[in-house]
Structure formats: structure tokens, C-alpha cells
């Protein structure tokens, strides 16, 4: 798990931080952007990440539009995305993006590692 850089995409700032620093205690390292535009610039600057934690809606560029651009830019490369969205919605928006898993907020701390260790592991 250490060494393991996770990127949270999330213009709830403080969701944003409550889950980082989760994530921080167990050992991941976490990046976060409050919009799509921010996190391709981070990418673009720092590296993939071994995992994309990504919110739907936001301002400036939203998770579609994230998502269609990520996976023509990184064809190859791209990291998985777990889509973190309301819950009613969270598994149809996984679907339409095509990321490999959902989360449904709110959502159990216990249920954010196990998703993400899932992913990452
Ligand atoms: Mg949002």
C-alpha cells in the first residue's frame, strides 16, 4: 500500500479533505483537485497516479467531460477511476464513463478502503 499516490478529483472541499486525510492515515498518498481541469493539469505535470477518486459534478470541468478527455489523452496509461457520486446514482454514472468502480455518498470510511484497496492492491 505505501507508495501508492492516489488523485481525488472533488470540488467539496471538505469532503475532499476529510478523505484524503483518511487515506493519508492508512498510508496512501493523496493528491487533491477541485475540478477536471486541475486534475489533467496534474497528471500532465506530476504523473499518473495509481488511482482516480472522481466526483461528477463540479465547476470549470466536470467528471464527463474529465473522463472522455483522460481516456483519449492517456489511451494506455490511464489509471482506474472509482466515481464517488450520490449514491442513487453513483453505479449508472460508473457505467457511463466507464470507470471501474463506484462509491455512493455519503459514504463509510470502511467502505472507502475497501473500495480503494481493491483497486489499488
Ligand atoms: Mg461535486
Do not use: H
Not at 481541469?37 to 477518486?53: H, N, Q, R, V
Not at 494506455?76 to 455518498?105: H, L, N, W, Y
Amino acid at each position: 500500500m505505501k507508495d501508492k499516490r492516489i488523485l481525488i478529483v472533488e470540488d467539496n472541499s471538505d469532503l475532499s479533505m476529510l478523505t484524503k486525510l483518511a487515506l493519508t492515515k492508512v498510508g496512501y498518498t493523496v493528491v487533491c483537485a477541485s475540478n477536471g481541469e486541475e486534475a489533467l493539469k496534474y497528471i500532465e505535470t506530476s504523473g499518473m497516479p495509481d488511482l482516480i477518486l472522481l466526483d461528477m459534478k463540479m465547476p470549470v470541468m466536470d467528471g464527463w467531460e474529465f473522463s472522455r478527455i483522460y481516456k483519449s489523452r492517456f489511451p494506455k496509461s490511464a489509471a482506474p477511476i472509482i466515481v464517488m457520486t450520490a449514491a442513487q446514482d453513483s453505479e449508472a454514472r460508473a457505467t457511463e464513463i466507464g470507470a471501474e468502480a463506484f462509491i455512493g455518498k455519503p459514504f463509510e470510511l470502511q467502505e472507502l478502503f475497501a473500495s480503494v484497496n481493491k483497486m489499488v492492491s
